[in-house]
T-cell receptor, first 114, second 115 residues
């Protein structure tokens, strides 16, 4: 079965430090990949998506992610964390082969320390 | 353009009571979804509707029913609520198309507590 793994349910960084949130997927075909962000008591908002146009994808709020097919990874990064980045982040995948819903990872909660 | 709307925002039920969660989207999307979110479990798909007139079970359908009323609306019904159904419920929609990026758009959620 296809799956998405987010390494680390909770990541804590200092303000101004690099943010790295990890996502790996299992797939036999090239997927579409997404990162969503969820602020407290809100729904999920699309941060960025990979659709095979470019392996490095830039999203909102200074986030970017790089698709590495050889590593089946799509890690999310931001060079300098801001307090407002504190939220839960979800990686999601869909596969080209069928009309199937997105498969979500279990999420990573990002805390930013002043 | 309101996107995806959900009602109610909060609800408290007693065990055995029934209720329907409403979801509507104004983006002319083909597909709609219901998820539940629980701590440490991420989002789990309950049911989805790939197109008007069709519904399919997701990962955790037991205890729930759905109705795709029309292209805009997709409701989730709990016939006999149980404490295990205490959760936050999210509705989402997407312009699902074969071979395309089926990015999903989410509603604000319904926080349900079953006592």
């Amino acid at each position: 079965a296809q799956s998405v793994t987010q390494l680390g349910s909770h990541v804590s960084v200092s303000e101004g430090a690099l943010v790295l949130l990890r996502c790996n997927y299992s797939s036999s075909v090239p997927p579409y990949l997404f990162w969503y962000v969820q602020y407290p008591n809100q729904g999920l908002q699309l941060l960025l998506k990979y659709t095979s146009a470019a392996t490095l994808v830039k999203g909102i709020n200074g986030f970017e992610a790089e698709f590495k097919k050889s590593e089946t990874s799509f890690h999310l990064t931001k060079p300098s964390a801001h307090m407002s980045d504190a939220a839960e982040y979800f990686c999601a995948v869909s596969w080209v082969s069928g009309n199937t819903p997105l498969v979500f990872g279990k999420g990573t909660r990002l805390s930013v320390i002043a | 353009n309101a996107g995806v709307t959900q009602t109610p925002k909060f609800q408290v039920l007693k065990t055995g009571q029934s209720m329907t969660l409403q979801c509507a989207q104004d983006m002319n999307h083909n597909s709609m979804y219901w998820y539940r979110q629980d701590p440490g479990m991420g989002l789990r798909l309950i049911y989805y509707s790939a197109s008007e007139g069709t519904t399919d079970k997701g990962e955790v359908p037991n205890g729930y029913n759905v109705s795709r009323l029309n292209k805009r609306e997709f409701s989730l019904r709990l016939e006999s609520a149980a404490p295990s159904q205490t959760s936050v419920y999210f509705c989402a929609s997407s312009p699902l198309r074969t071979g395309g990026s089926n990015e999903q758009f989410f509603g604000p959620g319904t926080r349900l507590t079953v006592l």
